[in-house]
């Protein structure tokens, strides 16, 4: 089946740490992979997707790279702020379908 | 600008009511989901709808039915509220195509006493 596996949270750092959430995969398939952010008290947002392997897509300072051979999908960002902090999620879908399958989510706090 | 309104963000029912959450979208999107959402297990998909009338099932639809008379509009319907429906409910459209991004509303929390 299809599923997605992300880094058990709660994350905390301090501002301008450097920051790695993981995601791993597994799909039938070419899937498109994405990562979604919901701040306090609002709806999910895209942050970043890849629809191929080797992609790298990136908003706001953020970075994640869609490697096939280890069926990854990690989330960094360089220099973390205080407005940083909300959840995320990585997710995906197959190629033919339009549903997406999303990880647990990880919980970051970023403190000044 | 995209937009994905919910009807309700917070919501209190008893158990046994029926109950309605809206999603509206103006972005003329094909597809249109409810997802509910709980710490611990992410999103999960209850139904989506990829046209006016049309439905399918998503991971966890028992308990819950749904409907779409008009492109911009999906209804959310739990029959006879049970108090293991409490959970933040989210909608989001999309247009159709593999890859293509989904656009959420900001999500409606709903307690069942």
């Known amino acids: 089946g299809n599923s997605v596996t992300q880094m058990e949270g709660p994350v905390t750092l301090s501002e301008e740490a450097f920051l790695t959430i993981n995601c791993t995969y597994t799909?039938?398939?070419?899937?498109?992979l994405f990562w979604y952010v919901q701040y306090p008290g609002e709806g999910l947002q895209l942050l970043l997707k890849a629809t191929k392997a080797d992609d790298k897509g990136s908003n706001k300072g953020f970075e994640a790279t869609y490697r096939k051979e280890t069926t990854s999908f990690h989330l960094e960002k360089g220099s973390v702020q205080v407005s940083d902090s909300a959840v995320y999620f990585c997710a995906l879908t197959i190629q033919g379908a339009q549903k997406l399958v999303f990880g647990q989510g990880t919980r970051l706090t970023i403190n000044p | 600008d995209v937009k994905v309104t919910q009807s309700s963000r917070y919501l209190v029912k008893r158990t046994g009511e029926k109950v309605f959450l809206e999603c509206v979208q103006d972005m003329d999107h094909e597809n249109m989901f409810w997802y509910r959402q709980d710490p611990g297990l992410g999103l999960r998909l209850i139904y989506f709808s990829y046209d006016v009338k049309m439905k399918e099932k998503g991971d966890i639809p028992e308990g819950y039915s749904v409907s779409r008379e008009k492109k911009e509009r999906f209804s959310l319907i739990l029959e006879s509220a049970s108090t293991n429906q409490t959970s933040m409910y989210l909608c989001a459209s999309s247009f159709s195509g593999a890859g293509e991004t989904q656009y959420f509303g900001p999500g409606t929390r709903l307690l069942v006493l």
């Open positions: 799909a039938t398939g070419y899937p498109s």
